[in-house]
Structures are given as structure tokens and as C-alpha cells.
């Protein structure tokens, strides 16, 4: 009677929570997989919630940080210059909890907890942590988001590539011959439009504009189409000596007003890179 009881439970909630999540995601324009995917990461996180379930896997763990952290951070470039060590992820989530109102019981706490730990390991760099900090500071900008679509931007130098301990991303990326972009996408409702970030983007130098090479390279898409990172790049040789800064111009994204991210030029790192 007992499992007959806890079977009849989890078919209510998968019905409860499928048929309006399928709605959902049909209505969306996404694929029948990624409604199916969908439906079922909802009903496991459900099921965890309310002890149904004791375990998620690490693909259900990485949904549940996504929803709970995407919805209320930048994203994934925003989380990694965080570079704290283990210990030092519980104190942020019990202050996202405590502080923030990211709404999640104490199992979902120490699942994410864990995730944040195993995913974002303090880099392998040669550099102290305090040079690696000061680097991710000169390079990163931000706006607050408008039409709820908010953008983190990484202006990625080998300087940079290497301080997060990723120097083999220099040659991926053709830094020596780009000038490279790593642009994070986030909206706390809905889902993200496919936006044509090289068609949006320009930049801007000594008052002249420059489009962006043809094609972007996504990096990375979370599971509920709400945050997206892509790289961007222009040709090296649009900048020149007299350049005295250059401004990332992204058009069309969810406003009708530009945004612009400025770099003074020269980027003068810290010493003892």
C-alpha cells in the first residue's frame, strides 16, 4: 500500500508539472528533446525538494544551481572570478539565501554548495590569488540589464587566459590575431532570444566603428534557454598605437539603446605577471 501510495504521488506531480511545462516549452519554439529534458529535470528537482527522491545526479545538480543562481546572478564569467576556495562557497550561499531571497531548502543548499566546489575549483595559476583578482577587475564589465536582458563582458587577453589558468585557450581563441570577447547573457524571465551577437556588435576606435568578424562561437547554454556566453571577436589590427581606449558597442539587444563597455588603453596589468 505504501509504494502503491508513493507511486500514485509521483505520477501526480509528473502530470501536475509535464503538462504545462510541455505547454510551456512547445509555445517557446524548442525542440521536442528539449521539452522532454525539461520536463523531466523539473519533476526530479520537485521530487528532491519534498524528499520524495534522495539523490540528484550531477546533470540535475548543474539544472538546480542554474535555476536557482542564473535567475538571481550574471552567470557562469561573473561566478568564476568569485575564486574562492571550498569552504568559502557555503558562506555565499547561506548569504544568497539569507540576504538575496533565493528561495531553497537545505538539501538544495548543499547540493549547490557542492556543485560550486567541484565545478569552480580556485584556478591552477602560477600568479597569487591577489594578481589574478586585480586582472579579472581591469578586464571585466558589466551593465544592470535593460529589457531584463542583462550582459557581463570579458575582454579575454592571453594576460587574462593565463591568470585563470587556461593558457591553451589563447591559441583556440587566436587571441594574437583578435581582439576577443567573452559576452554572458542572462534574463531572469523567460528565454533568451537568439540574438546574432557578431551581427549586434561593434567596436569603436578613435571614433571610427568596426564590425565584428563574421560567426560567434558559443560557449555555453543553460538548460532553460535564460543564459547564454559566446565569443566574439574583431581584427587586432583595427587597434593602433594612438588608440587611448576603444568601447564594445552591442546594438539591438533587448533595447533599442546601445551598449557600450569602454577599455582605457594601455590595459596596465599588475606587476609580477
Known sequence: MKLFKKISIVFLIATSISIPAI???????????????????????????????????????????????????????????????????????????????????????????????????VPQSNLPYRIVKQIQRLLWRNDMGYGDVYADITYTTSEYLKSIGAPDLIKKYDVENNIVFIISLNVHDGRLENYPLDELSYLRVNNKEYPANKGWELRFEA????????????????????????????????????RIFRWDLPIVYPEGI
Open 23 to 121: 505547454l510551456f516549452a512547445i509555445s517557446e519554439g524548442s525542440g521536442i528533446k528539449d521539452d522532454i529534458d525539461y520536463v523531466y529535470s523539473l519533476t526530479k528537482l520537485f521530487m528532491f525538494k519534498h524528499s520524495i527522491i534522495k539523490n540528484l545526479s550531477e546533470k540535475e545538480a548543474r539544472v538546480l544551481y542554474q535555476q536557482k543562481c542564473y535567475r538571481k546572478c550574471h552567470g557562469d564569467e561573473v561566478i568564476k572570478m568569485v575564486l574562492l576556495p571550498p569552504a568559502g562557497w557555503i558562506e555565499v550561499v547561506d548569504r544568497m539565501r539569507a540576504e538575496k531571497g533565493v528561495e531553497m531548502t537545505s538539501k538544495e543548499a548543499d547540493v549547490i554548495t557542492n556543485y560550486l566546489k567541484e565545478t569552480y575549483p
Open 223 to 258: 538548460w532553460d534557454k535564460h543564459h547564454r556566453e559566446g565569443i566574439v571577436k574583431f581584427k587586432k589590427e583595427i587597434l593602433d598605437d594612438k588608440a587611448e581606449y576603444f568601447e564594445l558597442i552591442i546594438r539591438n539587444l533587448a533595447t533599442k539603446d546601445d
